[in-house]
T-cell receptor, first 113, second 111 residues
Framework: DQQVKQNSPSLSVQEGRISILNCDYT??????FLWYKKYPAEGPTFLIS?????DKNEDGRFTVFLNKSAKHLSLHIVPSQPGDSAVYFC????????????FGSGTQLTVLP | DVKVTQSSRYLVKRTGEKVFLECVQD?????MFWYRQDPGLGLRLIYF???????EKGDIPEGYSVSREKKERFSLILESASTNQTSMYLC??????????FGQGTRLTVV
């Protein structure tokens, strides 16, 4: 049973437009959410996170939104750039878990020049 | 910058071999993790450790064991490699209540 789901395996966006990546979770105990970016043949790199006490966190071109009632979070990238093309993983954890992360299956983002 | 280093980028092993994957972190992190990444399945946790000599099973521990004799080093052991263990293996470390930092990954092929 997947506790963190990314239902879109792929997304294509034109350069300069907004990219919106979505993630749903089922475990209401999760209280910390993260997005990672992964290029082929490299390890994931941390992008942005949000605690369950917030509904929005922004860092430059990246904004994460959390809707706890819907158990849904999204990552917005504005404006999208070709270098953003990568696989994006959503992850979740809860307090007292040594911050072990439960990951979604990933979304391949392609930003077209 | 946090550095997590995995000993090999690519490995090819034969079925039945004992395989060691090594991971070293240089930031004195308490927690260390081993994940495997497979297409369509994301990253799945194999084992983690929150202190020296301590280990906890993750979601898919079968066929694997781990060792953490020193704080900076976390080893993943495949006791008898099988073809269904062909995968990308990712090591990570974290301090309490912070994000995890990943190594570059080891692409293991079992033939």
């Amino acid at each position: 049973d997947q506790q963190v789901k990314q239902n879109s395996p792929s997304l294509s966006v034109q350069e300069g437009r907004i990219s919106i990546l979505n993630c749903d979770y089922t475990n209401s105990m999760f209280d910390y959410f993260l997005w990672y970016k992964k290029y082929p043949a490299e390890g994931p790199t941390f992008l942005i996170s949000i605690s369950s006490i917030k509904d929005k966190n922004e860092d430059g071109r990246f904004t994460v939104f959390l809707n706890k009632s819907a158990k849904h979070l999204s990552l917005h990238i504005v404006p999208s750039q070709p270098g953003d093309s990568a696989v994006y993983f959503c992850a979740a954890s809860f307090s007292g878990s040594a911050r072990q992360l439960t990951f979604g299956s990933g979304t391949q983002l392609t930003v077209l020049p | 910058d946090v550095k997590v280093t995995q000993s090999s980028r690519y490995l090819v092993k034969r079925t039945g071999e004992k395989v060691f994957l090594e991971c070293v972190q240089d930031m004195d992190h308490e927690n260390m993790f081993w994940y495997r990444q497979d297409p369509g399945l994301g990253l799945r946790l194999i084992y983690f450790s929150y202190d020296v000599k301590m280990k906890e099973k993750g979601d898919i521990p079968e066929g694997y064991s781990v060792s953490r004799e020193k704080k900076e080093r976390f080893s993943l052991i495949l006791e008898s490699a099988s073809t269904n263990q062909t995968s990308m293996y990712l090591c990570a470390s974290s301090e309490a209540n912070t994000e995890a930092f990943f190594g570059q990954g080891t692409r293991l092929t079992v033939v």
